[in-house]
């Protein structure tokens, strides 16, 4: 993949310590480009951004470029799409907020500005309770809405089966890390990862020379956020990352939701708290979602008879006839398909156990 050469620049810009988005802004609406940016003097760069603390000098200026210079040989080697932040393909939603990184790192093929996006965090001790809810609620999000991308940040618990419930209802996911594309956090969760890179994608803030430390795991709570129409906790304690999280949701005026438990569960006591503080509304289903982001449940369910493909030439034509009739006497069937009645009668019964087809009294037959 090759790369401009203001990519260089760009990249350059985020590896001076105590560089900003407003800082950036700042010196891009004055000089221009990133390139011009690092042909002016330290001591002219801090005089445009009325800065009394020393940021800018010519060494530290030297030293980011030649700090760039080697990060673009890693992500043309690794095809990671760099994304400054005036880029089209930078995240829209997370542009809106104050803190936005001024660079991401990004692997995958996902639309990081599809019309809708939720996170989905929780806790690391995920229960039963909270990881049935999240196999659910993707079962039915992803039946009305298949364009929906879901946030999270691949970590134990309700982020990895937020990530795995997505992929196996065929929503792209992504996975804000908290690290370079060089490694991966947890590696257990490595495979899920490569998964994700055809079916949604990988995003980053750090480039590949920056060290992991725990600050990042907290920073990368406001991309979660941020790149978000709403955040969804599913199962907390009382302290935690996730409810830092819906706190910079609730600060980006963004919808925050959490699922109730029981109040004698340890990880349901944070969202029973946002909750109770009218800090998140209630949900117990994909519908009080979908209602409150005023997002348009499709009138007709998708047809189940896709959710069989393995349909034989008999149950197909059966399937058919009761699209096209809306209901049918096992007579009719059996005259209207040319077949004996004993092989309708089978071919019923066996559309039944797979619940595309429901009995009714009188021998008739309707679809489920």
Known sequence: MALCEETIYQIALTRIKGMNLLLAKTLLDTIGSASEIFKEKGQNLQNICKLQTPVFSDESIKTALETAKSEIDFIEK?????????????PARLNECIDA?????????????????????????????????????????SRWFPDLIIVSGLAYGIDICAHREALNNKLQTIGILAHG?????????????AEMLSCGGLLTEYSSQHPTHKGNFVARNRIVAGMSDATLIIESAEKGGSLITAGIAESYHRDVFALPGNIQNEYSKGCNQLIRNNRAALVTSARDIADAMCWDIPDKEPKQISLFPELNETETLLMEILEEKGECHINQLTIIGNLPASQVLATLLELEFKGLVRPYPGGLYRKS
């Open 78 to 90: 690794n095809h990671i799409i760099p994304l400054f932040f005036s880029d089209s393909e930078y």
């Open 101 to 141: 990184p001024i660079l991401l790192y990004y692997r995958g093929t996902a639309n990081l500005n599809s019309s809708k996006i939720i996170s989905i965090v929780g806790t690391r001790h995920a229960t039963n309770y909270g990881r049935d809810f999240c196999k659910t609620l993707l079962q039915e999000l």
């Open 181 to 193: 594309m060089n490694t991966l956090y947890p590696a257990t969760h490595r495979k899920t990862a």
